[in-house]
């Protein structure tokens, strides 16, 4: 199949961290032959971006962005601050231009960004894929490739919503169609609650150190530190994550206690039958994962 990455011919990426300035490198990298423009507020990212060759162009200001050749808008911000950019750039977009995301809640979120923006069709993305580091300097060209991607669309305009879709596929995403309030489940489970995890592993961790007073990181190993990768992601981002997505999150961390609590109660009982089959199970489930 041809690559046309659907089509676009100008592609306005609005935020250039990690996801922004990776979609970047690897539309270049895969042969995109229309112009990539950047916007954002900070002036050194943007430098950073046209010293990588990521971008053609870059902007901080939304009145300086040649909105007449840009077809296809992919917002790449912190979730939190979708919809005031979606307010904002909506009186500049042509009639016929695109407006996506690479976001990783979707569910009200999505509905808010439809109404906002229509008639100009929004398409919700989510691919799955990243790092803990964050900056453009940490961009990676092949990020994507063989990579899960969520689409959460609403509405019928299924010529533009393939468009999208063609253009992940051409570089190298495998690309699945999900209900945006679904998705937000699905993704509080296997990504934000881990996250949490993490986060709050780290947090206990603090709290005895201070508690004890030994400094415990001296000390942690590779399981802490592979566990435990994930907390070195970006406070701003994962912040406005939990709260997006807060009902679902808090769901999954109360039912994570209850198996915590589990585990608790037949430790405390030195039930050692019941630590076993609980322990067993698990790993089961995880080598199943490969």
Do not use: C, Q
Request: glycine share 8%; no cysteine.
């Amino acid at each position: 199949m041809e690559r046309d990455f659907g089509g676009f011919k100008g592609i306005l990426i609005i935020g250039l961290g990690l996801i922004g300035g990776s979609l970047a490198l690897s539309l270049k990298k895969e042969g995109y032959k229309g112009k990539i423009y950047g916007y954002d507020l900070n002036e050194s990212r943007i430098k950073k971006a046209l010293e990588l060759n990521a971008i053609d162009e870059g902007f901080n200001r939304l009145e300086n962005v040649p909105w007449n050749d840009i077809d296809l808008v992919i917002l790449s911000t912190p979730v939190k601050t979708f919809a005031d950019i979606a307010n904002k750039i909506k009186p500049f977009l042509k009639d016929d231009t695109v407006v996506s995301d690479v976001g990783s809640v979707k569910g009200d979120l999505v509905v808010k960004l439809y109404e906002i923006l229509k008639p100009h069709v929004f398409v919700g993305v989510h691919p799955i894929a990243g790092t803990e580091k964050e900056g453009i300097e940490n961009a990676v060209a092949d990020l994507f490739k063989n990579a899960r991607l969520i689409l959460t669309p609403l509405g019928e305009d299924k010529e533009k919503i393939e468009k999208v879709e063609k253009l992940w596929k051409d570089i190298g995403s495998k690309t699945e169609v999900m209900d945006p309030h679904l998705h937000d489940f699905v993704f509080a489970s296997v990504s934000h609650l881990p996250h949490a995890i993490a986060f709050a592993l780290v947090d206990s961790l603090i709290t005895l150190s201070k508690e004890t007073g030994i400094d415990l990181f001296k000390y942690p190993g590779g399981g802490f530190k592979d566990f435990t990768r994930i907390a070195a992601s970006s406070p701003t981002i994962w912040k406005d994550i939990f709260l997006e997505n807060k009902e679902n999150i808090l769901h999954t961390i109360d039912v994570f206690l209850n198996s915590l609590e589990k585990l608790k109660d037949a430790i405390k009982e030195e039930d050692e039958k019941k630590i076993l089959e609980i322990l067993s199970e698990s790993r089961e489930k995880r080598l199943s994962l490969g």
